[in-house]
């Protein structure tokens, strides 16, 4: 192999280097906005669940305060 093929064969390594790494850096990107997303998605449901957890349990609460001595819920009827 003369000095010139091995720069050729040397450049276009590099070349081709370069552009996978180009390749791997948009993927990266493509990723972190992924799980940006999905981060995003997972602490919008994890409020929904809270919330409803906090729903749940203010009318589990509220039922049983109200129930009266009977156990019938219903106040005032015999």
Known sequence: MTIDERLEFLT?????????CQ??????AEMR???TE??????????RD???RTAMLEGMRTFLERLDENGTGEEGKA
């Open 33 to 35: 906005a992924a799980m």
């Open 50 to 52: 809270r919330n409803l």
């Open 12 to 20: 276009q390594s590099t070349e081709s280097l370069h552009a996978t």
């Open 38 to 47: 999905s981060r995003a998605a997972l602490e919008a449901q994890a409020r």
């Open 23 to 28: 390749e791997l850096h948009a993927s990266v």
